[in-house]
């Protein structure tokens, strides 16, 4: 089996970037000099996967103040009012008010990335290394305020698709970026209509062959839920589940075997949650384990939810911690195996 | 209802939930502070003359309760995460938006170093025209669930030594004379299975206290809560209704004999409420709780308006009660007293 190392979703902001950001929200930065700003950050977070050997990535997301804005401010049909917990964290976020049916005219999130992209590849790093990162259809309708005379959940769920993620998708594509990252801690935290929302990713993944779609499940664990979609993926090779196993004690390591055998997964082995720093003996041991059940096929290991919920520093040292730990189980794993890789 | 401390104040008492927008000579003066411009001594004359002008707008206002606006801490778990022994520091994370905070971690065996906001109290006591003041203190479950923990084998371990922790800042507080301590715990209802042992923790730092305390709890489920305001050894809860619109204002009937600190001012808008709207809240209110069980306040902290908005809010808030008062007052009800 193939180990890659994965990031995924919002890096801490550094402190300079949000002061240069409030800087500018007071008038006392132009709109050029910030971007020069971004440019700078964004171009120091790829060196640092690139240094780190990171296999694929986001941006940083570092212009996004969550997972949803700035997107959600592009989708006609919503307000955004108030502040939402993003469930159990002291984080809050603009919650989404769904005041009409949506529509979605400009990919707000691919042409933020499309600016990155052209930092990346003035870099050596090509597109199809970086992800885009958006809400997934359920996460989306669990954190919106949405009005039962407008929408269903499953309604807006599918209209969400249809309209948002597509437009994304097929401009993500132009752009050359194939990995679409899907923020779903929902499906993981609340009960889900798993039956539905399998159809719509097995829909999305069909009519977009051409893209890897990445279901990021996080602040829990479901095996339910991680079951149907591993089963999903592999069906439908473009669709790959990440598995959160560091909010369960124990973590359930078995079942992750029995999840491995099924298909490709990301495993979520470090907490971004947390500053204590994890046991890497014993990870590499897990990983070990569970990589060595298949000959074939692709295993990731990444952190579980964005790492900006640690300090700058501490995101750092756990980016470290996973490449120490992929570095070790590559080389016990490619050591005993005949197609062992550099 | 709880007993009598001696002091009368109007029906339908003002105040507020803790901390006010800093001044900008005051943030100034911080800066300067930070990178080694002036010493401690000039800082700690800033920050009292910034207490007593807030102490000073507040009264102006017509605020009856008044805080210092919280203008020596930058933020309410890391102020006193860094007096408290055994947190460390590696810097900010974020809140929402572009707003951030040093989140602490808990790195070693926590002690109590010494009194953490005793002169704080000791100054506002000082520079306050009113018979009461409130002095805010983060509780011990908001601390440890903004914190990492790197030492304690559980969080609840972490919560219970918290408790004794600000346990002996309240008492050194009832002894030195405060009349009305709030705690703040507006991470109370965040991890709902965790709810049964926070309320027995936090119920620690109530023990051998007399004096009022409130429980302020905010952007919160008050559904969950309200099942424990009976167990809550608060006198007052302190929440926050105008943000919501004033949906779950009938937990408010499950209060028993306690008393409700309403929220009538949205913090996180720009927008100032008119008195009117500030009026009918109490009114409303009354449908679920006796008017001498109401207080009347902001949802939460004013630091993140624009002071001269913050300001203008806390007189629509005074303009509203006085309206709501003037019923009760033709009815011969024009004072309340302070309950512990």
Redo the contacts between chains.
Sequence with gaps: MEVYLMQHGIY??P?GL?KA??RY?SGKLSREDLEKIYARYIEKFFKYMLNLGYDRFSDGMLRW??IF?PMISGIEGVEIN??R?FY???????QPIIKNKINYREAIASMLLEKSIEIAKKMGITSDRVALSIPGPFTMATNSLLDQNIYSIEEFMRDYVEKVIFLEVEKSLKIGVKNIDLHEPSLVVYEAPLNYIENIYRELSEKFPNSRFWIITYFGYKWEVLQTFTRLASKNGNIFCTVDVTEVSPPPWNRIIDLVSMGDLALAVVNAR???MENYKDLVYRILEIARRRDSGELYITHNTSL???????AMKKLRLLRRIAKSVREKLYSRTPHSKE | MGRSLGIELPIFPTSVIGSYPRPRWLRNMIRQWSLGRVDDKALEEAFNDAVKIIVCEQEEAGVDIPSDGEMRRDEMVEYFAARIDGFKF?????????N?FN?P?VASKLGYREPIVLREYQFLRSVSRRSVVKVTITGPYTIA??S???YYSSKEELVFELAKIINREILALQEAGALFIQVDEP?LT??PEEMEWAVEAINEVTRGVNIKLGLHVC?SDYELLSKYFEKLAFSQFALEFA?RGYRDLHVLSKLGDKEIGLGVIDV?SRVIEDPTSVARAIEKATKYIEPDKIYVNPDCGLKLLPRDIARKKLEVMVLGTNIARKEYITRGISKIELRG
């Design positions: 801490p902001r402190r949000a950001i409030s929200i103040d969550d804005n108030g502040l917990r159990d964290n002291n984080y809050f976020f603009k947390t500053t204590k900006e919920f640690l300090p700058e520093v501490v | 590696y810097g900010p994370v974020r809140v929402w938006g572009n951030f989140k971690a669930d903004w990492f923990n790197e991470a965040t991890h952007y943000n996180h």
